[in-house]
């Protein structure tokens, strides 16, 4: 079992940044591939990044390329996505999950074993 917890969201205004974490606990943390979803009110849950392993591949949904950047500190057992150019659209309930399978297809919510509880992203126009 991982347990994930997620912190750092909040509200913040078009243009602005947030730094979200998901620290996990219960397995090693570096033999899991990560990934960050999201899910505003009424929507189905979205890709936004994930990672491999320190220094390995990395993905972006489309949407968050090139304002969003995904890494993991294993000693701290941490996820990190920082959030850049914040927009009204980025608003909703951000997830971390963990993947110790394959690591395939990481931007597909099936290819995830556990999931965090969430944490509210808000932006402001």
């Known amino acids: 079992q991982v347990q994930l917890v997620e912190s750092g969201g909040g509200l913040v205004q078009a243009g602005g940044s947030l730094r979200l974490s998901c620290v996990a606990s219960g397995r090693t943390f570096s033999d899991y591939c990560m990934g960050w979803f999201r899910q505003a009110p009424g929507k189905e849950r979205e890709f936004v990044a994930a990672?491999?392993?320190?220094?390995?591949?990395?993905y972006y949904g489309d949407s968050v390329k090139g304002r969003f950047t995904i890494s993991r500190d294993n000693a701290k057992n941490t996820l990190y996505l920082k959030t850049n150019s914040l927009k009204p659209d980025d608003t909703g309930v951000y997830y971390c999950a963990a993947s110790g399978g394959t690591c395939l297809s990481l931007n597909q919510e099936y290819a995830y074993d556990y999931w965090g509880q969430g944490t509210q992203v808000t932006v402001s126009s």
């Open positions: 990672n491999s392993w320190v220094g390995g591949p990395t």
